[in-house]
């Protein structure tokens, strides 16, 4: 595990897979050094693929980074959990479904006439999210799981994170209302990092954006998630970067006051603490080679 330059990249890697939140932007603001880094890898000949856990297809990511004011050449190439989530929607439209998350993520169903009910009405349920992160706990939802459970119903997940960072608040994520489920008993089904389906979509989509088939060795995953980004680049058999100040800064703050970075205590944390991922091949606190 090393810092990186630029060159060391551009020379190995012709894919790279790059996770949004945490990485290119924080929920509030883009991180210049980010993009720049991002651009300065295109204009050497390499290849894109945004790569995130939102519940929203890909088309409004798009827009919503275009709109912050992210490059255009970097948002040419995007695969969502939103997009995965929409494949399985398609195929279960005769079937009563039911949503938990907010109105904000509707645009998720447009297209599809699907049949919303409650809890004790459905046969199938997605959860993008807490209905409103920012005052509700998951306790708030234990009575939802519980009816859920008793009826057997799988839940499937369009957003595996268990938290993300908006600026400097910490809001919960669909995959901690997941977590909990399972942890009763419940089945999850989950659309996104760290699963294969996302990554195959991931790859299959930049093979057709770059008219050509890249092989694993030379993808790169870039992510600040390690139960996502970097497990998820583990599980699928390809190099990852780890950005620190993201979902975990807090966990490595004591190590990372500096600007300089205690590799050695950051391997040996990852090896502790997240046993069943391999150690990333790359580590910085920010996305910035140049």
């Given at each position: 595990m090393t810092k990186p330059n630029l060159s060391e990249i551009t020379d190995t890697y012709s894919l790279i897979l790059c996770d949004i939140w945490g990485v290119v932007h924080n929920g509030n603001n883009i991180y210049p050094?980010?993009?720049?880094?991002?651009?300065?890898?295109?204009?050497?000949?390499?290849?894109?693929?945004?790569i995130t856990n939102a519940p929203?297809?890909?088309d409004a990511i798009r827009d919503y980074l275009l709109n912050m004011g992210v490059a255009p050449d970097i948002c040419n190439t995007i695969v969502s959990s939103g997009d995965c989530s929409y494949a399985w929607l398609s195929s279960i439209v005769d079937r009563p479904l039911f949503h938990i998350g907010p109105e904000k993520d509707n645009s998720l169903f447009v297209g599809l006439?699907?049949?919303?009910?409650?809890?004790f009405e459905c046969l199938e349920c997605i959860c993008t999210g807490f209905f409103n992160e920012y005052i509700e706990s998951i306790s708030d939802y234990q009575k939802i799981l519980e009816t859920l459970l008793e009826r057997g119903i799988v839940i499937h997940c369009a957003n595996p994170d268990?938290?993300?960072?908006?600026?400097?608040?910490?809001?919960p994520c669909a995959g901690l209302i997941a977590q909990s489920y399972s942890q009763m008993g419940g089945k999850v089904v989950y659309f996104g990092k760290p699963h294969h389906y996302i990554y195959d979509l991931a790859l299959e989509t930049a093979n057709q954006s770059?008219?050509?088939?890249?092989?694993?060795?030379?993808?790169?995953?870039?992510?600040?998630?390690?139960?996502?980004?970097?497990?998820?680049?583990?599980?699928f058999g390809i190099d990852s970067f780890f950005i620190i100040n993201g979902v975990h800064e807090a966990e490595f703050k004591k190590n990372n006051d500096t600007s300089e970075i205690d590799i050695e205590?950051?391997?040996?944390?990852?090896?502790?603490y997240y046993?069943?991922?391999?150690?990333?091949?790359?580590?910085?606190?920010?996305?910035n080679l140049l």
């Open positions: 050094e980010a993009v720049n880094t991002l651009l300065a890898y295109l204009e050497a000949g390499g290849n894109i693929c945004l929203r297809r890909s006439d699907l049949k919303k009910v409650n809890e268990l938290y993300v960072n908006k600026g400097s608040v910490r809001l770059m008219r050509k088939t890249v092989s694993k060795d030379s993808i790169l995953a870039i992510g600040d998630g390690l139960n996502t980004d970097i497990a998820g680049a583990s599980n205590s950051v391997r040996d944390y990852i090896s502790k046993t069943k991922i391999a150690v990333p091949k790359f580590v910085m606190n920010s996305l």
